[in-house]
């Protein structure tokens, strides 16, 4: 297995390798950061290095003993997740979700939870929570993995509780959060909070051109660009899907810059029901819109995301104006913010079109 420079985020790094080099860190960890940054990537490499055998001293794992042979590789997740998913599917059973809690083994020490369905629930955090009472086996350490934990609701939250404040010797949480101020605060005050910021839209450049060499320049730029500085996301990126669910609310802003054309996007909001991701991944693609055109009507036009739409952009930083903006602005933050708080999605988009047009 060939050892996988960090990208991005250094001072987080350096904290997760002093923690494995001193085997002395938090019980408890709180990553924190964009989806796609590196958060699950530092997770599984704290894992790996609290658990290896032959550990380098700057607190690397080794990527040859057993321990780490035994690592089913930094891209097994989504794979893993599906044949849970699928696996619960076949057993039919009413209860599923309580009596099989999703959970993968991305190693045999550790286990990652992602969240079942849009959050994490409590079965999870129950096993969780089980789990980490277990003891592990001489040398080795559990590291179970929380994702999505600043979305799961607060009683999911608590039932962490008591293995935060009595941490079980030879196991560390790590959880993942998009905001870490959203997670309870009796949970972040035990936590080791680490946040995670965007990598540099150079610096990720150069790296996606090592992982897609097949790709030219322009479209390098583009999708580091609109990766928001969040690997994960660069590296998977389809432009061509990209620019389908893109149409969706540049139809939206072009609405906003017509007057009267409100009523067509109100329709348009059917176009993302029975849509596979979350509000807030399909809201990232209009919060990038509208910070280009913030960014073209403030002068920063080198800042702009969407490279490749940039004329049209210009044309909208025209005719919308401030106010619509920022009410646009408004009310997309809205719409995130209840969709954390589990929103039917559908409703979500027609309750921000609806509150536009009552503005407009
Ligand atoms: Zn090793």
Not at 28 to 39: E, F, N, R
Not at 188 to 193: H, L, P, Q, Y
Not at 283 to 300: C, P, T
């Amino acid at each position: 297995m060939p050892f996988e420079n960090f990208l991005g985020n250094p001072g987080a790094a350096a904290q997760v390798r002093a923690a494995v080099r001193d085997r002395a860190g938090n019980p408890t960890w709180l990553l924190s950061g964009p989806a796609g940054v590196g958060k699950t990537t530092l997770a599984l490499r704290l894992g790996l290095g609290l658990n290896c055998q032959k550990p380098a001293p700057e607190g690397e794992f080794c990527g040859e003993c057993a321990s780490c042979q035994s690592f089913r590789g930094f891209d097994c997740l989504p794979e893993l997740i599906e044949a849970g998913l699928e696996y619960r599917q076949a057993a039919a059973r009413t209860r599923a979700r309580e009596l099989a809690p999703l959970m993968v083994e991305a190693h045999p020490q550790i286990r990652f939870f992602p969240p079942d369905g849009e959050m994490l629930t409590m079965a999870q955090a129950r096993e969780a929570a089980r789990m980490a009472q277990m003891r592990p086996d001489p040398g080795r350490h559990w590291v179970l993995i929380l994702e999505g934990f600043d979305r799961a609701r607060w009683m999911v939250q608590s039932a962490m509780l008591k293995v935060l404040e009595e941490p079980p010797a030879g196991c560390t949480l790590v959880l993942l959060a998009a905001h870490a101020r959203e997670v309870l605060a009796t949970v972040r005050s035990r936590a080791r909070v680490v946040e995670l910021g965007p990598v540099d839209s150079g610096e990720l450049e150069t790296w996606l051109a090592g992982q897609r060499p097949e790709m030219k320049h322009a479209e390098l730029e583009l999708i580091a660009r609109l990766a928001g500085g969040c690997p994960g996301r660069a590296r998977g990126l389809d432009l061509a899907a990209y620019r389908q669910k893109r149409e969706f609310f540049m139809a939206c802003l072009e609405a906003l810059a017509r007057p009267g054309g409100h009523i067509r996007l109100f329709g348009l909001t059917e176009g993302m029901r029975n849509q596979k991701e979350g509000v807030e991944t399909q809201a990232e693609i209009l919060y990038s819109l509208l910070q280009d055109v913030v960014y073209l009507k403030s002068g920063h036009s080198l800042a702009i995301r969407n490279l490749d739409a940039r004329s049209r952009l210009e044309g909208w930083a025209r005719q919308i104006g401030w106010n619509q903006l920022t009410q646009a602005v408004e009310q997309l933050d809205r719409l995130v913010g209840l969709s954390r708080r589990n929103l039917n999605r559908a409703l979500a988009w027609d309750a921000w079109t609806l509150r536009l047009r009552a503005r407009a």
